[in-house]
């Protein structure tokens, strides 16, 4: 499978399935797109019509370029053919078992009570809970126990608000620590905040021990108060973006992003994120709003070309602001071309449900945080394990080859066959796939890989 596009000042050729990329001229780029479709004589003629005014473009010419590109077929770079699909269903065992990473639920409460919240203001659709340190301790001790031979496991402190239960957090990091020696084991943690309750502690904490920190800011002040507001109906933009600011400061090289939403309030995204730049921060996502489809927040068909101009003008602007001296990185744009994820990564995506899972306040386990609170995504808890093994058997088949829809989709060894969340709350099925998201991730992987060529280019 062969996907061409033009981005940029740029022809890129990507071949889908042994991952090459080739930046070619507009001769090459039209051979190619007519090499499967007509016979060496046609596309000879027809493009000594189209290019008659370029003594440059010739029969010798052509016909080298049209053996060109019959090498690189012959050596498994152009026009690959898909023999991935016959190894999807040996990913059904992929995880044995073994576990790597928890989403700890440390507060199902929030002190904000932001518009468009996915999980019902932090309450995830039920009561308002913060987990205890005997259930975070049992969280860490089931994940070293499910974890194999795995050296490195991940977890993310997740609310709600997690700062609203941290002398737990910090208990809990402090109790990892002290079995990494004898377990044999690294964990990596993660905090997700909205930055009402940081402070100096929180941050010298962080700093030492957070291997990732996300902060939640929407951009503009306008945009960001429009929906993150508190109980009594205030913006909290002011109160928290100093806070934020210190932080980041504090942190060093030490890795953060700043993470944002966009909605069908600001579909033109790009001025968020020149707003958060402004603001001294350079490690930057916006994420496309996740909700109901009647929900006022939800992005439309209008909006698209708009938020599909956004992410091209942003993939310019990234180029622009490192050639001068001034680059920011976009959490989408973060591809790695030549060691990126292996091909059983590929195919099998996230693991959620298998090797990843999300553990309530009060213990029990979940394929994912968008899935917490729906009891029939309940798959067991931490001290029995997983108990509804049909569910999760759901989840170890979900890859990029479970959904007819993705057959003919270029994309689907970059997103593995998409998020199972955003499947399951736009279609009623793990193995749908969400349309409107496929285009923004579509565009995204052009506008990231653009990148990658004009910088490898010079432009």
């Not at 709600?160 to 620590?177: C, F, H, I, S, T």
């Not at 996740?290 to 993939?315: F, G, H, M, R, S």
Request: proline share 3%; with cysteine; glycine share 8%.
């Amino acid at each position: 499978m062969v996907h061409q596009y033009q981005l940029n000042g740029c022809n890129i050729v990507l071949d889908t399935c042994s991952g090459a990329i080739h930046a070619v001229d507009e001769v090459a780029y039209d051979v190619i797109s007519l090499y499967r479709e007509k016979s060496a004589d046609e596309i000879i003629a027809h493009l000594l019509e189209k290019y008659s005014g370029r003594p440059d473009v010739n029969e010798a010419e052509l016909r080298a370029c049209l053996e060109d590109v019959a090498e690189l077929e012959r050596s498994g770079k152009l026009f690959t053919p898909d023999t991935f699909a016959p190894l999807a269903d040996a990913f059904k065992e992929r995880s044995n078992g073994v576990v790597k990473a928890l989403c700890l639920h440390v507060a199902h409460t929030c002190n904000l009570n932001c518009a468009y919240c996915f999980a019902s203001q932090g309450k995830y659709h039920g009561d308002r809970a913060v987990m205890s340190f005997e259930v975070g301790k049992r969280a860490l001790d089931y994940l070293v126990e499910h974890s194999g031979s795995r050296t490195n496991l991940e977890v993310d402190f997740f609310g709600g608000e997690p700062l609203m239960n941290w002398d737990v957090v910090k208990q809990l990091v402090m109790y990892a620590r002290s079995i990494e020696k004898d377990t044999h084991k690294n964990f990596r943690f993660t905090l997700t905040t909205n930055g009402m309750l940081i402070d100096d502690d929180v941050i010298d904490f962080s700093n030492r021990e957070m291997s990732n920190v996300v902060l939640s800011l929407d951009g503009r002040k306008e945009i960001h108060d429009r929906c993150r507001v508190d109980y009594a109906g205030n913006g909290s933009w002011e109160r928290i973006v100093p806070k934020f600011q210190k932080l980041v400061q504090a942190r060093g090289n030490k890795n953060y992003y700043m993470r944002g939403t966009f909605t069908h309030a600001n579909p033109d995204f790009l001025n968020d994120i020149h707003a958060m730049l402004d603001l001294g921060f350079t490690e930057l996502s916006m994420e496309p709003v996740v909700c109901a489809p009647t929900d006022p927040a939800a992005l439309t068909q209008e909006d698209l070309p708009i938020v599909l101009e956004q992410y091209e003008q942003l993939a310019k602007e990234m180029l622009e602001r490192k050639q001068a001296g001034q680059p920011f990185t976009f959490y989408h744009y973060m591809l790695d071309l030549t060691g990126g994820p292996c091909i059983y990564k590929r195919i099998s995506g996230c693991g959620s449900g298998t090797e990843y899972m999300a553990v309530t306040p009060w213990g029990d386990l979940y394929p994912c945080h968008q899935f917490v609170g729906d009891e029939r995504f309940r798959l067991g808890d931490i001290w029995n394990g997983v108990d509804n093994t049909a569910i999760q058997e759901e989840f170890r088949s979900c890859n990029a080859y479970s959904r007819p829809e993705c057959a003919d989709c270029w994309a689907k060894l970059y997103c593995s066959g998409g998020c199972a969340a955003n499947a399951y709350h736009a279609t009623g099925s793990l193995r749908g796939t969400y349309a409107y998201g496929c285009e923004l991730f579509r565009k995204r992987m052009e506008c990231s890989i653009m990148i990658q060529v004009a910088e490898k280019l010079g432009k």
